[in-house]
């Protein structure tokens, strides 16, 4: 995370929140991560005075506006900018095309609201109170799935806790399908056989599958489900409820098939489906 010098005081930008350092201690953070409850968690365990992240297309059960209600529960005021109108992943694009869609009761007594841009709701929520609170220890989830054959599921609900132990296995995320900071290195932190990812709602310029053509380049087969039928920050809800809605060729001609369970193509994988 880093300042922006063309930002005013207290305000702060961090591609993915998983990354905040000290400096966030106070600050408004701007970040194109999805807002569902874990990002939520990790911004309150910063300090964050208030925080805007990206709706993620809102999906299955509000997931992508999970740490909203998680916040004002601690009395943190935060906001998300609609899929819609700018790139998950990018912050930049965020403060440039950014329009906030969702807002929690902190952050609208601060004077933040739906329809404002990304902008003027970060300079506004520098007046929002700063709680410092000390949210209980929320973990991430990583673990791995039994199934016929060599090739192991790992479950990750951020692709931020892909290993490089995981190299040749298939990786089920929770994240978002987007590039983070736009960066193609950023796909998939090593090579797995395959991996899988929530769209995000897909979004302004299919932000949201950002990763299938990037990695289809690194010859790994990916596909994303819909955040419709996944809770976005979820690996297991990936696997369990997620349906296909895009696949890169690598994957398609491993057999995924969009509007199929994610589940039956990662098995088949498993058990040694597509060589």
């Known amino acids: 995370m880093s300042p922006r010098h063309d930002l005013p005081s207290g305000v702060m930008v961090a591609d993915t929140i998983t990354k905040l350092g000290r400096e966030a201690e106070g600050a408004v953070v701007v970040s194109g991560s999805h807002g569902g409850r874990y990002p939520g968690y990790l911004?309150?365990?910063?300090?964050?005075?208030?925080?805007?992240?990206?709706d993620a297309g809102v999906g299955k059960d509000d997931a992508g506006i999970g740490a909203l209600p998680y916040l004002e529960a601690l009395g943190?005021?935060?906001a998300a900018v609609s899929h819609r109108s700018c790139r998950?992943?990018?912050?930049?694009?965020?403060l440039a095309r950014g329009v906030v869609s969702h807002v929690n009761g902190p952050a609208l007594q601060a004077g933040a609201a739906p329809g404002m841009t990304c902008r003027e709701a970060a300079e506004r929520l520098r007046e929002a109170v700063h709680v410092r609170a000390s949210p209980p220890k929320l973990a991430e989830g990583r673990s791995e799935l039994r199934a016929p054959g060599a090739r192991r599921i790992v479950l990750v609900d951020s692709a931020a806790m892909v290993r490089p132990e995981d190299a040749g296995q298939i990786i089920v995320t929770g994240s978002h399908g987007g590039l983070v900071g736009g960066d193609p290195a950023m796909a998939l932190r090593t090579d797995g056989y395959a991996a899988v990812f929530n769209d995000a709602g897909v979004g302004i310029e299919e932000a949201g599958i950002g990763r299938l053509p990037a990695l289809d380049s690194r010859g790994i087969p990916a596909a994303t489900v819909a955040a419709s039928s996944a809770r976005i920050g979820e690996a297991r809800s990936t696997f369990e409820d997620g349906v296909i809605s895009h696949a890169n060729a690598a994957a398609v001609r491993l057999g995924a098939r969009v509007g199929a369970p994610a589940r039956d193509f990662v098995l088949a994988l498993a058990g040694g489906g597509g060589g």
């Open 76 to 78: 943190i005021a935060a």
């Open 88 to 94: 998950i992943g990018d912050t930049a694009d965020m």
């Open 43 to 54: 911004a309150a365990a910063a300090g964050v005075r208030a925080v805007i992240l990206n």
